[in-house]
């Protein structure tokens, strides 16, 4: 089965740093995806950011980025020039054979 | 942003009792998929379906039961509802149940049983 850690339940940034968030996991797949979700208070599950574990290439969105460590299986998170916006739960998640699995999450807090 | 609509928004019940939650979706996705959130464990599969009358058991089905009838609607049934079952139900869809393809989330049902 596959497992998902997130080690950090809570972070907190300033305005304008940067900060990374740590995410390991273990899988019996040979072929999976990784994720990061965004959780707002209002609930909404946003996609952030996604990586094809084939791809040895980090993925990048703006501001968000990924450290893909395939080996190692860890999969962190690293906002740059954060946003009082940036202030949410970050989910990162596993997907392989159709399940997505979750880690429990860290909370990210941003002060100005 | 993809059409889903969960229902009810909030519900109380009493232990005991049935619940049947409901996930209507406009975008003809194929999969769908019933999640719980709950402190500390973040979003826990529960059931999918990969197709109509075609469902599969996630990692906690113990307790609810699914059923599609329709490619839009997913409904997620807890037959004698248990405080254990207090939670935030979320529903999910996607098109192939690839990682190329995004899981869009509804905006969830909080139920609480008593």
């Known amino acids: 089965a596959q497992t998902v850690t997130q080690s950090q339940p809570e972070m907190s940034v300033q305005e304008a740093e940067t900060v990374t968030l740590s995410c390991t996991y273990d899988?019996?797949?040979?072929?999976?995806?990784l994720f990061w979700y965004k959780q707002p208070p209002s609930r909404q599950m946003i996609l952030v950011i996604r990586q094809e574990a084939y791809k040895q290439q980090n993925a990048t969105e703006n501001r968000f980025s990924v450290n893909f460590q395939k080996a190692a299986k860890s999969f962190s998170l690293k906002i740059s020039d954060s946003q009082l916006g940036d202030a949410a739960m970050y989910f990162c998640?596993?997907?392989?054979?159709?399940?997505?699995?979750f880690g429990a999450g860290t909370i990210l807090r941003v002060k100005s | 942003d993809a059409g889903i609509t969960q229902s009810p928004r909030h519900k109380v019940t009493e232990t005991g009792t049935p619940v049947t939650l409901r996930c209507h979706q406009t975008e003809n996705h194929r999969y769908m998929y019933w999640y719980r959130q709950d402190p500390g464990h973040g979003l826990r599969l529960i059931h999918y379906?990969?197709?109509?009358?075609?469902?599969d058991k996630g990692e906690v089905s113990d307790g609810y039961s699914v059923s599609r009838s329709k490619t839009e609607d997913f409904l997620l049934t807890l037959e004698s509802a248990t405080s254990s079952q207090t939670s935030v139900y979320f529903c999910?869809?996607?098109?192939?149940?690839?990682?190329?393809?995004?899981?869009?989330f509804g905006p969830g049902t909080r139920l609480t049983v008593l």
């Open positions: 998640a596993h997907l392989g054979g159709n399940k997505l699995v």
């Open positions: 999910a869809i996607s098109e192939s149940g690839q990682g190329l393809d995004e899981q869009f």
């Open positions: 899988t019996s797949e040979s072929d999976y995806y």
């Open positions: 379906s990969y197709g109509v009358k075609d469902t």
